[in-house]
């Protein structure tokens, strides 16, 4: 079994500041589930551009305001605490930060740990590789 509490990493290299986002990795490729897990925290007053064509992710609000705009129809949707957004179609959206919004995300396939956004908003397939 493994443990892993937030404050064992925060500060660590398993912690990745994007700017407008900080993102604590819990659980990485290495870890050999299948999916990683990430709590992150996205900034108050930021729009983030994400595109991920690489990877399948789910995001669960667990504190906070946030927008997502998804570009395909410009339909925003408003995440509060208890929402749970699922980029199951590789969504090209816009992550608004309303508040400071703490969410925990969940990759397919996992992240290695050193991921950042590219210019188009895209994670790199496989930084291992």
Not at 97 to 125: Q, W
Request: proline share 3%.
């Amino acid at each position: 079994m493994k443990v892993v509490k937030f404050e064992d990493v925060a500060g660590t290299e398993y912690q990745v500041d994007g700017g407008n986002w900080v993102s604590t990795r819990l659980l990485l490729k290495k870890d050999n589930m299948g999916f990683s897990v990430t709590e992150t925290l996205i900034r108050k007053n930021t729009e983030t551009h994400i595109h991920y064509k690489n990877h399948l992710e789910a995001v669960y609000c667990i504190e906070g305001h946030a927008e997502v705009e998804t570009l395909a129809d410009n339909k925003v949707y408003t995440i509060k605490p208890g929402t749970l957004y699922a980029l199951d179609e590789h969504d090209e959206h816009l992550l608004r930060g309303i508040e400071d919004t703490r969410m925990v995300c969940v990759f397919n396939p996992p992240l290695s740990g050193k991921e950042v956004h590219d210019e188009n908003g895209v994670y790199p397939a496989d930084l291992d590789d």
